[in-house]
């Protein structure tokens, strides 16, 4: 009977001092391997070492085999896709965003709104996040995200919300911003309320929101950092804010105004703490981020 | 000086961290004072503190300097420079900032070869340094010798008591080995205790990694007999080192367009690696630069995938010849052509591979494209190529999704790893677009990673 891998696999597992194996039952070209046992040489070889050559003839062999594969079915590729890629501005933009759901969510919401799909390899990405970014991608996962739903067990229900009926094939109307004269009001305001303004500010004229909001958070961002001078920073006047929270009517960016407003209070009076200014910097990054997705989407 | 791509700079940031940081500054806004002339670029960022931080960065000899207190190399800001520098919105300047020009005069005289004064061994020292490599092949020597008894231990006494204590069971001997100055062995063993815990079948996979260490000890006794190019194999598994400028100046240079066809990072024992393949256009060899990274310092990112490199590569001597190191004075890297590889079945990948063990029976991993499609089933993903056959496809959970989603199915030509374990795809081409030739940068996948 010939020696096989699977006995000398049990020899070694036992240990081959309890399970003596006979290694001259090895195929022939494996018992060419194994060293003779001579007079002369006391140290080889061993009983061990007779095995472990033995051993190694059969690790090459099975090395040199690449592990083979079966039982998967090949499926049919997705569908061609039919909804367009947003602008490469809201695609550059969307990985910024995987760690900002509500923003996330807004974005998503506004490239369904506009008829486009996410690009291929974000569609993975958002599947694997929450209930609520997951069920905000199905209708922008094109074809895609369905093929790959129909392969994943754990999103195959999203189908079931992704039926064709349910597919958006056109735009609709996109959420409303702030429009760009409005914020050029603003920016003004800023520039005009604030003396010690960057000049670029001052001079600023393009009404674009997203270099508005860009311009207003380098604002303030000047405004949050210690005073160079050793003069305790000026609080902005709270037309000033009105007149922000008027150009962008949401929520959010009004928190950002309000948190923005109190860590510079909180600077003038000296207690300036590390967690206001970051609550103020993400704010104002959130903003921006918006900013940008409304300005593609106008 | 050709202007980076975005690629490159993607492939410059130490992690995906900075790569979504850095591109957040890739705005104008809060940049002052910038320029670019060259090689150089410089600029001021705004960033949380009262002073701008300062920023300069040497393109050419991909060095950077940052006021910003980061302990990342390069860090945020000098990605932003370098984001906007690439596309193009950074205007060029006629005078170059003194701090610039600072920078790049220090760089002349730390790197200018001119002040370098040339190293020429004395007799004496030459002597010395055969004394060591002899007191170090001794040392080698007699660990394997230990080597060799605690694996005969092993099989003699059951590898069913290493379950017992899978990560303490070999890290007596391994440290035995680092003593010994044998690092490719210790390496080894410190990698047994994930082939205990791999589940069904474990056993057979153990005896089959002792069975190779011994073999290789077994060899390691036997240089002299070995033919040239195994024994310096054998050398290298081992852990003797290869030297540079050893094989710089003794082993001809192999000049070709190389393609980096893609790159995989590793992690051990506190030393990040990066595996990044080249393969030869008019050559069609494949070859394997390494580049390693510890305490904070950033891994060399050259060699960014989806781009190409006119150089020459030195190959040490090898039975399976395929690590490399760039020669002096590589060209400038440049977004890959188009390019469409000849479809490579597995029956003919798996012939090669064997062909590789058979040749260096330690290797663990050979590159090779590979036409197909992925297929995912219930509990494995394989690639299935035209004839049907298919292989095990290594790709964590998270990047499998992407990989699909990118693949969309369609019939691809793939270039990675071939390993015992499987495939271990690292960029693709597609062969149904006219469009798409061109092996893709994985950094479409990179930016969408989650930090």
Same mark, same amino acid.
């Given at each position: 009977m010939t020696l096989d891998h699977a006995a000398l696999v049990t020899a070694a597992a036992i240990g081959i001092r309890t399970r003596q194996i006979d290694l001259t039952d090895l195929p022939a070209e494996l018992l060419a391997l194994v060293p003779k046992r001579t007079e002369t040489d006391s140290t080889e070889p061993s009983d061990a070492a007779a095995f472990l050559a033995a051993a190694?003839?059969?690790?090459?062999?099975?090395?040199?085999?690449?592990?083979?594969?079966?039982?998967?079915?090949?499926?049919?590729?997705?569908?061609?896709?039919?909804?367009?890629l947003p602008p490469s501005a809201v695609q550059a933009l969307l990985p910024r965003l995987v760690d900002t759901t509500p923003v996330l969510l807004e974005a998503l919401a506004m490239v369904a709104a506009a008829g486009h799909r996410v690009p291929e390899a974000a569609v993975p990405i958002l599947l694997a996040r929450g209930p609520e970014v997951r069920a905000a991608t199905v209708p922008v996962m094109g074809e895609v995200g369905r093929w790959l739903c129909s392969l994943n067990p754990a999103w195959t229900p999203l189908l079931q919300s992704s039926s064709p009926r349910n597919r958006r094939t056109g735009p609709s109307s996109p959420p409303a911003g702030p429009t760009a004269a409005e914020m050029?009001?603003?920016?003004?305001?800023?520039?005009?309320?604030?003396?010690?303004?960057?000049?670029e500010l001052k001079q600023f004229t393009v009404p674009w929101p997203r270099e508005l909001a860009i311009a207003v958070g380098s604002w303030l961002m000047a405004r949050l950092s210690p005073p160079r001078s050793g003069q305790p920073c000026t609080s902005a006047p709270p037309s000033l804010w009105d007149r922000w929270a008027v150009a962008v009517p949401r929520s959010d960016a009004r928190e950002a105004a309000v948190a923005t407003q109190n860590a510079i209070g909180a600077a003038r009076h000296g207690g300036a703490t590390a967690a206001a200014t970051t609550r103020a910097h993400r704010a104002v990054h959130v903003l921006t981020?918006?900013?940008?997705?409304?300005?593609?989407?106008? | 000086m050709t202007r980076w791509t975005v690629e490159q700079v993607l492939a410059a940031a130490p992690d995906s961290a900075s790569q979504v940081a850095g591109r957040k500054l890739a705005t104008p806004a809060p940049w002052r004072n910038t320029g670019w002339s060259g090689e150089l670029l410089w600029g001021d960022c705004l960033g949380s503190g009262s002073s701008p931080y300062q920023v300069t960065v040497d393109a050419g000899s991909r060095r950077w300097k940052c006021s910003c207190p980061s302990r990342k190399f390069p860090c945020k800001h000098a990605l932003g420079l370098l984001f906007l520098w690439a596309e193009g919105r950074l205007s060029e300047s006629?005078?170059?900032?003194?701090?610039?020009?600072?920078?790049?005069?220090?760089?002349?005289?730390?790197?200018?070869?001119?002040?370098?004064?040339?190293?020429?061994?004395?007799?004496?020292?030459?002597?010395?340094?055969?004394?060591?490599?002899?007191?170090?092949?001794a040392r080698v020597a007699d660990g394997m010798l230990d080597l060799r008894r605690w694996i005969s231990d092993q099989v003699a006494n059951g590898l069913s008591q290493a379950a017992r204590s899978p990560y303490g069971w070999s890290e007596a001997v391994a440290a035995r080995m680092v003593d010994a100055q044998?690092?490719?062995?210790?390496?080894?063993?410190?990698?047994?205790?994930?082939?205990?815990?791999?589940?069904?079948?474990?056993? $057979?996979?153990?005896?089959?990694?002792?069975?190779?260490?011994?073999?290789?000890?077994?060899?390691?006794?036997?240089?002299? #007999?070995?033919?040239?190019?195994?024994?310096?194999?054998?050398?290298?598994?081992?852990?003797?080192?290869?030297?540079?400028?050893?094989?710089?100046?003794?082993?001809?240079?192999?000049?070709?367009?190389w393609r980096v066809l893609g790159s995989r990072d590793s992690q051990e024992e506190q030393v990040t690696t990066r595996r990044t393949w080249l393969y030869g256009v008019r050559t069609g060899r494949w070859a394997?630069?390494?580049?390693?990274?510890?305490?904070?310092?950033?891994?060399?990112?050259?060699?960014?995938?989806?781009?190409?490199?006119?150089?020459?590569?030195?190959?040490?001597? $090898? $039975?399976?010849?395929?690590?490399?190191?760039?020669?002096?004075?590589?060209?400038?890297?440049?977004?890959?052509?188009?390019? #469409?590889?000849e479809p490579v079945d597995l029956t003919t990948a798996g012939r090669r591979w064997r062909e590789a063990v058979a040749a260096d029976p330690w290797t663990r991993t050979m590159p090779t494209l590979l036409t197909g499609r992925l297929a995912v089933g219930d509990r494995t993903t394989q690639l299935v190529d035209d004839a049907g056959a298919a292989v095990p496809v290594q790709l964590e959970p998270e990047r499998l999704w992407s990989w699909l989603a990118r693949t969309r199915g369609r019939r691809c030509t793939f270039a990675g790893e071939l390993s015992p374990d499987g495939f271990r795809p690292l960029g693709f081409t597609p062969l149904d677009s006219a469009r798409e030739t061109a092996t893709r940068s994985p950094s479409e996948v990179e930016a969408w990673e989650v930090p």
């Open positions: 190694s003839g059969y690790a090459v062999a099975r090395r040199g085999t690449l592990p083979s594969a079966s039982g998967v079915a090949i499926s049919e590729p997705p569908d061609p896709e039919t909804l367009p050029a009001a603003v920016l003004e305001s800023l520039a005009r309320a604030d003396a010690a303004a960057p000049p981020l918006r900013s940008i997705l409304h300005e593609e989407y106008q | 006629g005078v170059i900032a003194p701090r610039a020009a600072d920078f790049a005069a220090q760089a002349g005289k730390s790197d200018s070869p001119a002040e370098t004064p040339t190293k020429q061994q004395t007799a004496e020292q030459k002597a010395a340094a055969e004394q060591r490599a002899a007191r170090r092949a044998a690092p490719g062995v210790a390496s080894w063993l410190r990698r047994l205790p994930a082939v205990i815990a791999s589940g069904q079948g474990w056993p $057979a996979r153990l005896l089959d990694e002792l069975a190779l260490l011994d073999l290789l000890a077994v060899s390691y006794g036997r240089l002299d #007999q070995l033919p040239a190019e195994l024994a310096a194999s054998v050398r290298t598994h081992v852990g003797f080192p290869t030297v540079s400028a050893e094989v710089l100046a003794t082993r001809p240079g192999v000049i070709d367009t394997l630069v390494l580049a390693f990274a510890a305490g904070g310092v950033s891994l060399d990112t050259s060699l960014a995938a989806g781009t190409q490199v006119g150089m020459a590569l030195h190959f040490p001597l $090898a $039975a399976l010849p395929l690590r490399a190191l760039v020669g002096p004075d590589p060209g400038e890297a440049v977004a890959m052509d188009s390019w #469409q590889p």
